[in-house]
């Protein structure tokens, strides 16, 4: 776009940062300011192998956003978040074996809500960051109840037998990275990490945008 008509774009439909308002120019690299960037708690590089990696503290800023990407309609807001993934990613010499990325599935019942599944847009994103394939490897069976209030044993027997594998063939043998978008008690995860490897699949690693502690 040339300058003249990215001024007329500012003039009459400003672009704003999706954290806080605040105008940002239509040739902005990011849709969050620079402010909110600075305000975002990314975790530090973990020494040891763990099954779940996530990027940033479910806290401030970032709980601010990844809510409004949720629940807000703010689907767009997934090329933001793919960078933060991607350098978890750059960090962790075993997740980079990975063959597929997956991701969590919402039920459908969930999606007509919604309208869309926020851990497909962040897997789309992060495997073509990544330039790795994105499969649509499980389907969610059973429309469980949200883990919002629950403890975490009540979780892991919340999540059991809700997912299913929907073509083995394509996760035969193959290292599978699953991306999701928050991450409390890992319970929701393991479950799919279960579901995937008695269906044949080789190693899988978890990976997600944010850490929220269980109080």
């Known amino acids: 776009m040339s300058p003249r008509f990215l001024a007329i774009l500012n003039l009459f439909y400003p672009l704003r940062c999706a ?3 605040k105008d940002l120019a239509y040739d902005s690299p990011s849709r969050i300011c620079a402010p909110c960037l600075a305000s975002i708690q990314e975790i530090p590089p973990h020494p040891r192998p763990a099954f779940v990696r996530s990027s940033l503290r479910y806290e401030g800023t970032a709980k601010d956003l990844i809510h409004k990407f949720k629940y807000s309609g ?6 933001s978040f793919a960078p933060y ?3 978890v990613w750059l960090q962790d010499d075993e997740m980079k074996t ?6 969590v599935p919402s039920h459908p019942a969930r999606l007509r809500d919604r309208g869309f599944n926020p851990s497909v847009a962040l897997a789309r994103e992060f495997a073509q960051a ?6 649509p490897a499980l389907e969610r ?15 892991a ?11 083995p063939a394509i ?25 995937l490897r008695r269906a044949g699949s080789g190693e899988v690693f978890a990976l997600t945008l944010a850490l929220q502690n269980l109080v």
């Open 157 to 167: 027997r919340n999540m059991e037998g809700a997912f299913r594998v929907i073509d």
């Open 171 to 195: 996760i035969r043998g193959k290292r599978t990275l699953l991306v999701d978008d928050v991450c409390t008690t890992g319970s929701t995860l393991s479950e799919c990490a279960r579901t």
């Open 85 to 87: 993934l991607k350098r």
């Open 74 to 79: 703010k689907d767009y807001l997934a090329g």
């Open 130 to 135: 990544v330039e790795k394939p994105y499969i």
């Open 19 to 21: 954290a806080c308002g």
């Open 141 to 155: 069976v059973r429309n469980t109840p949200s883990q919002t209030e629950l403890g975490r044993e009540e979780r």
């Open 98 to 103: 990975a063959d597929v990325i997956a991701c």
